[in-house]
Structure formats: C-alpha cells, structure tokens
C-alpha cells in the first residue's frame, strides 16, 4: 500500500490532475484545463482543507494537463511548478501559449463555459527538470525519467521509496485492463523506447493521467498491453497505407478500434480525430518513407 492519498480533483471528463498527499508534502499530478482551473482548486481545498499544496508537478505541455497550473498557483502562491526544461521553452512562447488558449475556449465552450478569468500568459516552471534529476519532496524523492513520444517534452516522476510512477500519456492512454489507447504525436520509435525504459523501473503502483491509479498485476498488464497495442496499431495503420487505404479510412479503422468504453467519455472526438490523424502521417514517415 502506498503512504500517498491520491484525490481525483478533475472538474470535467477529460481533465487531468490528482493531488497526492502523504500528510506532510502535497503534489498536483497535472492540472487539468484553463476553465477548469479555479474548480480543481476548490477540489484541492477541500482535500487539503487549510494545509498548503507544495508542488505542480506536470508531465507535458499539453493544455488538458498545464493550464490549470496558473489558477491553481493563484490560491496555492508557494507551490512549485515543476516540468521539463523542454516544456519551460514551450511555455515561454507567446504561439505556444496562443494555441493552448484557442484550444481550451473550444473545449470550455463545449463544455458550456464561456467566461472564465484568462491567466494563461501567467504559465512558467519554477523548477525545469531534465531526465535524471531528483525532486525532494520531503519524506519521499522523486526521478524525472524523459519519456518522450507522445510530446518531446514529456516526463515520468518515479518514487522508489513507494515503487510508484507517476506515469507520462506516451505510455498510452488505459481504457481497461484489456486496452491501452496509443497516443505517439512526435515519434513512433521513441515512443516504443519509453515504454521499455519505464518497464525496466521497479513499479508497483503507477498513476496514470486522465485515469487514475493501477497497482501490481494491472500494471504488468498495463506494461503488456501499451507495448502491444503500440506495435500493433503502428502496423496496421502500415499495411493500410501500404494497400493504398485513404487517411480517412484509416482514421475510421483507428476509430473503431479504440473510441469506445471509458475513453469515449474523456477523449472529446474531435481531439481523438486528430491526434489519430497525426499519428497515421507519423507512420508513414517512420515506418515507409
């Protein structure tokens, strides 16, 4: 058993962020959406009542993970983000920033929310890590392990003290104990080299961004199946392509397989479809040019 409580504080399906609390030292894993940022604060409060929150840890750059960073900084001053120094560059750009900006309104929009305080030029790290480098945390430690693939700002946090892995979404995205969804944006093969370098960490216990935590046998599973499904969509997606199939054939074949079940309820379909499209242009460019 872990000496950490972990909390969902997600507001809304898709979101990602967990606290983690060991009663002394309280860490943000992720932090969801820009609109849904003051929400999880609320949800911290809560769980955390009048302690502080001391750390921010985020895995990537992506909008659903980071932007509620900046709220949450809001009420918790003396937290510490913490992201790669990959994602530190990303966020100092003003075209990064509006990106993330346009993408989270559509989804608040969706989502029904139309006006919410925009903080989002406020993103910054207050430590950028790089893959090796150790995270104290008071009573635990933390590794940074690199695990690009799904970004190439992507980062693991591994404590071994409580053999657990704060995962990346390079690992893939779980649905069940039968199905991990692939998710590779910037590399097929690196994606593959991640899965196995955190495989050989001795893990026990792993959190998993827009899931939850898994322990023991389902993390072998978990381990198995992202390394089968990575492969084995990678191929087919391949041999498609190869025999001519359009991309939006493809994507449909991809959509089949994989939007069902739980990752239908947090995966809005207009980012499945176009994540899926990038993946297949990835493919191509790896696996046949």
Same mark, same amino acid.
């Given at each position: ?63 659903? @993970?980071?932007?509620? &960073? ?5 009420? !918790? ?30 989804? &608040? ?6 006006? !919410? ?22 009573? @635990?430690?933390?590794?940074?392990? *690199? ?50 370098? *955190? ?26 199946? &992202? ?6 969509? *990678? ?31 947090? !995966? ?22």
């Amino acid at each position: 058993m872990s000496n950490f409580k972990v909390t969902d504080v997600r507001a809304v399906p898709g979101d990602s962020s967990f606290l983690l609390d060991d009663g002394k030292t309280a860490i943000l894993y992720d932090s969801g959406f820009a609109f849904t940022g003051d929400k999880v604060c609320g949800r911290i409060k809560t769980a955390l009542k009048d302690r502080e929150l001391d750390y921010i840890f985020l895995t990537h750059s992506h909008y659903d @993970h980071a932007l509620g &960073a900046v709220y949450v900084k809001k009420h !918790y001053k003396n937290a510490k983000i913490v992201a790669s120094s990959y994602a530190e560059k990303i966020f100092a750009k003003e075209s990064a920033k509006s990106v993330m900006r346009d993408l989270d309104r559509k989804f &608040a929009t969706k989502c029904g929310v139309d006006d !919410y305080e925009d903080l989002i030029d406020q993103l910054s790290v207050d430590i950028a890590v790089n893959d090796g480098d150790i995270i104290n945390t008071g009573d @635990h430690s933390f590794k940074v392990i *690199a695990l690009p693939g799904h970004t190439r700002c992507s980062v693991g946090f591994y404590c071994e003290e409580e053999k657990l892995l704060l995962s990346s979404e390079t690992l893939g995205v779980f649905n069940s104990k039968d199905d991990v969804v692939p998710s590779y944006l910037v590399g097929y093969k690196m994606t593959l080299q991640s899965i196995e370098k *955190a495989r050989k960490l001795e893990v026990e216990q792993m959190l998993l961004p827009h899931y939850g935590l898994i322990q023991n046998e389902t993390v072998e599973l978990f381990f198995d199946k &992202a390394l089968e499904t990575t492969k084995d969509t *990678a191929e087919k997606i391949a041999q498609l392509l190869a025999k001519g199939k359009t991309k939006a054939q493809i994507l449909e074949f991809v959509k089949d397989r994989f939007y069902h079940g739980y990752i239908k309820t947090i !995966y809005p379909i207009d980012a499945m479809e176009l994540n899926t499209s990038i993946m297949i242009n990835l493919i191509e460019k790896e696996l046949l040019q």
